[in-house]
């Protein structure tokens, strides 16, 4: 239950909360005083969140999830879910997180859409890693394949209002490693990895 003091005084809430989410033997609730708080952009509690979470992981044992997914757009969605979720869990920051996801989908929108071509008899295996130093995330698709050197540099003059190439190139951005590789028979393979705490 929350009660919220008006006033100039910085906005006073009372949270009556419940103590058994920090002590497991407490039952009874207890009455905290607390104020708001505003973090400017460049304060320095995103980054001490994200080393306490980092540390709390650093007590899980590694864990690894793969799944193989339909060709539609509805496991982008599924996939990006699922690597956030994981990556969460693993201590990455906000700002981490969205990079973490934006380069899932771009990655799996081209599984879906470029290499299996929404094709219902082929799966998109998606697997995602985490240890204490590595995040991981492999996607592989069963179309053609592609040679990753030919995609044009969308940051070149000539291709600057081209639509291909900026996905691959967000990926490459957003991530510390980022692998193609063309498989045999068919299919590409994406490897993406974030390190968990950076080097």
Not at 27 to 42: C, E, G, H
Not at 86 to 111: P, T
Not at 143 to 148: D, K
């Amino acid at each position: 239950m929350q009660f919220s003091g008006g006033g100039d005084n910085g906005g006073l809430c009372f949270n009556l909360r419940k103590l058994e989410h920090t002590l497991p033997c407490a039952t009874s609730p207890v009455l905290t005083l607390a104020t708001r708080v505003i973090y400017s952009y460049d304060s320095l509690w995103p980054c001490v969140r994200a080393l306490q979470r980092m540390r709390e992981n650093a007590r899980h044992v590694p864990e690894t999830v793969e799944r193989f997914l339909e060709s539609t757009l509805d496991s982008v969605d599924s996939a990006e879910e699922l690597a956030v979720a994981i990556a969460e869990k693993a201590g990455f920051d906000e700002e981490d997180l969205m990079r973490i996801g934006m380069a899932v989908r771009e990655s799996m929108v081209n599984a879906v859409v470029h290499g299996n071509r929404y094709n219902a008899n082929k799966k998109v295996r998606f697997s995602v890693a985490n240890n204490t130093e590595r995040y991981t995330v492999r996607i592989t698709d069963e179309g053609e394949g592609f040679e990753y050197r030919e995609v044009p540099d969308p940051l070149a003059p000539e291709n600057l209002m081209r639509t291909s190439g900026r996905g691959l190139f967000l990926i490459r951005s957003f991530m510390d490693e980022f692998q193609v590789r063309r498989l045999e028979p068919g299919g590409t393979e994406v490897t993406l990895v974030k390190y968990v705490v950076s080097k």
